[in-house]
C-alpha cells in the first residue's frame, strides 16, 4: 500500500502542470487607418473582475506568441487567477510611446481551447496638420496688437486629421504662452500664460477625417511684449493626444490712463495753490517715462491757463510746476515753488516716470501719483482752464 | 488511510485524462474537450502543424517542458509555435470532437 501511495505522489507531481490547462486568446489586429502596421505592439489581457494588476501581455505578430502577422496569442490560464468557461475577458493594445492603442475588446472564455476576440483595429492619433495664431488683424502676419486697459481677443486654429473620423475626436484645449520666459505647462498669469480648457472643435470642416480647431485667449494689455507660442492640444476618444504650436509676436503697447482733471480749486492773485495729485496709470506692457507739455487755448500759447477776468486773462505755462516723484504738502514760497518743482513746458519734454507695466493680476498696482501746483500772477481772476498733455514714451530697461 | 484518499482522489482525477498509448495500440482516442496524452510507443517525430492538418478537429496542442509553455492553436491558418511531437512525451490536446489518432 505504501509503495501505491508513493507512486500516486510522484504521479502527481509530473502531472500537477496539466492539471492547469491552456487555453488560448487569440485574435486579429488591424492596422491603423494611417497605415501604421499592427506587428510590434502588445497587446494586454486581464480579467476585469479580477483587476488589471493580474494581467498577460503579447506582441502582436511574428516576435509575438503568434509567429504570424497581425495575430496575437495569449494563454489565460497563466494569470494568477487563472480562466474559466464564462469569464469574461479583456484586451486593449498599449502605448509604447507612439500613441497608437485601442479601445478595449472583450472575450467570452468558452471550451475547446481557445477562444477568437473579435478584430481590434489600431487607432492613428490625432494629427494636426497645422497651426496658427493671429488677432483680427491679419496683416502684418504673426503680430498682435493689444487695447489699452481692455483685453484683445486673439484667436489659435488648427486643422486636424483624424483617420478613425473626425467624430473620435473628443476634446481640444489651447495654450497661449510667453515663449521667453513661460511654457506649456506654467500656471496661467495674466503677464506670461493663457489657458482654454475648452477649444471648439468644429465638425462641419473639411472631409469626413477633418476637423478645425479653434481656441480663443483674452490677452490682457500688460501682457509681455515678446514671442508668444500658442500650442493647441487635441484629444480623441481614447486620450491620445497630438499637439502642435504656432509663434506671434505681441507688440509693445504704450499707453497711460488719467484722472479727468486737475483742480487747483480756488486760488488767490499772487499765490501759489496747494498740491494737487494727479494719478497717472500705466495701461500699456512696456515702461513708460512722461513727454508733458501745456497750454491755454491752442498748442503752443505760451500759456497753462486762460481765465475769465482780469487784465491778463493767462497764466504763463512756467507757472504751472509738477514733481513726478515727491510730494510737498503745505504752503510753499515762491522759491520752493521754483526748486522742488519742474515748469511746464508748451512743447513737449520727456520727463523720467520708470512706471512699470501691471504685473498683479489682482490689484493694478501700475499706478503712481504726480503732484501739482500753479502760481496765479497779479490782475488773473475768474474761471480758468488749460490743457495738460500727457504722452507716454518707452521707458529704458525693459 | 483516510488522511490519503484526498490525494489519492486527486491523484485519480489528474491522472483520468492521460492516455498510455500502450493501451491503445488501434489508435489514440481523443475525446471532445482537452486531452492529456503520454505517447509511450516509438514514431518518427512530427510537427505538430502537420498533426493538425490531418486531424482539423484538433484546436490547440500545447507541451510544456517545464521551464516555458509552447502552444498551438488551429486558428487563422495555425499559429503559435510548430513544435515537434515525440514520444514519451506529455501534451495536452484538445479537441472540438471525438478523434482518434493514428500515428503510425
Not at chain 1, 514671442?227 to 481614447?238: A, F, G, H, P
Not at chain 1, 497764466?315 to 522742488?340: A, M, P, Q, V, Y
Not at chain 2, 489519492?8 to 475525446?31: H, M, Q
Amino acid at each position: 500500500m505504501k509503495k501505491i501511495l508513493t507512486l500516486n505522489l510522484l504521479a502527481i507531481f509530473l502531472i500537477m502542470p496539466w492539471c492547469s490547462a491552456a487555453h488560448y486568446i487569440v485574435g486579429f489586429v488591424e492596422n491603423a487607418k494611417d497605415g501604421t502596421n499592427a506587428d510590434g505592439h502588445s497587446i494586454l489581457l486581464w480579467n476585469p473582475s479580477v483587476g488589471i494588476n493580474d494581467n498577460l501581455s503579447d506582441t502582436i505578430g511574428p516576435l509575438g506568441n503568434s509567429n504570424t502577422n497581425s495575430i496575437y496569442m495569449i494563454d489565460c490560464e497563466l494569470l494568477n487567477n487563472g480562466c474559466a468557461v464564462g469569464n469574461i475577458l479583456t484586451l486593449k493594445i498599449l502605448n509604447n510611446g507612439d500613441n497608437y492603442v485601442s479601445g478595449e475588446k472583450n472575450v467570452s472564455v468558452t471550451g475547446y481551447g481557445y477562444d477568437i476576440v473579435n478584430n481590434i483595429t489600431l487607432n492613428s492619433p490625432p494629427n494636426i496638420s497645422s497651426a496658427e495664431v493671429d488677432d483680427d488683424l491679419t496683416t502684418p502676419a504673426n503680430e498682435i496688437d493689444l487695447i489699452p486697459a481692455d483685453t484683445k481677443e486673439i484667436t489659435c486654429r488648427a486643422i486636424v486629421t483624424e483617420y478613425d473620423g473626425k467624430n473620435s475626436l473628443a476634446n481640444s484645449t489651447g495654450k497661449f504662452f510667453d515663449n521667453s520666459i513661460s511654457n506649456y505647462n506654467a500656471a496661467d498669469d495674466n503677464n506670461m500664460h493663457y489657458t482654454n480648457n475648452s477649444c471648439y472643435i468644429n465638425y462641419s470642416y473639411g472631409n469626413i477625417n477633418e476637423a478645425e480647431v479653434l481656441c480663443k485667449f483674452y490677452i490682457w494689455y500688460y501682457a509681455n511684449s515678446q514671442n508668444w507660442n500658442c500650442t493647441l492640444d487635441v484629444n480623441d476618444n481614447l486620450s491620445i493626444h497630438s499637439r502642435k504650436g504656432d509663434l506671434t509676436f505681441i507688440n509693445p503697447l504704450l499707453a497711460l490712463g488719467l484722472n479727468s482733471v486737475i483742480d487747483f480749486n480756488i486760488v488767490n492773485d499772487r499765490d501759489i495753490s496747494n498740491e494737487s495729485k494727479f494719478n497717472v496709470t500705466n495701461y500699456g506692457n512696456v515702461k513708460i517715462n512722461l513727454s508733458l507739455s501745456g497750454y491755454g487755448f491752442r498748442e503752443n500759447d505760451g500759456n497753462a491757463m486762460n481765465c475769465s477776468l482780469g487784465e491778463i486773462k493767462n497764466i504763463s505755462i512756467s507757472n504751472e510746476r509738477f514733481n513726478l516723484t515727491n510730494s510737498n504738502t503745505g504752503e510753499i514760497n515762491l522759491s520752493e515753488f521754483g526748486n522742488k518743482y519742474a515748469n511746464l513746458t508748451s512743447s513737449p519734454d520727456v520727463k523720467k516716470f520708470n512706471l512699470d507695466y501691471r504685473k498683479n493680476d489682482l490689484i493694478n498696482e501700475a499706478i503712481n501719483l504726480t503732484y501739482w501746483r500753479i502760481y496765479v500772477p497779479r490782475g488773473v481772476y475768474g474761471d480758468c482752464q488749460g490743457n495738460i498733455i500727457f504722452g507716454a514714451v518707452r521707458a529704458p530697461g525693459n | 488511510m483516510n488522511k490519503y484518499l484526498p490525494i489519492l482522489i486527486l491523484t485519480i482525477l489528474c491522472i483520468s485524462g492521460i492516455i498510455l498509448a500502450e493501451d491503445f495500440k488501434e489508435g489514440i482516442k481523443l475525446y471532445e474537450g482537452k486531452n492529456v496524452i503520454n505517447i509511450s510507443f516509438e514514431f518518427n517525430p512530427f510537427y505538430v502543424a502537420d498533426l493538425i492538418k490531418i486531424y482539423p478537429e484538433i484546436t490547440t496542442v500545447t507541451y510544456n517542458d517545464s521551464k516555458q509553455e509552447f502552444g498551438y492553436v488551429n486558428a487563422f491558418g495555425g499559429i503559435g509555435d510548430n513544435f515537434m511531437i515525440y514520444p514519451n512525451q506529455t501534451y495536452e490536446i484538445t479537441t472540438r470532437k471525438e478523434v482518434t489518432l493514428n500515428l503510425k
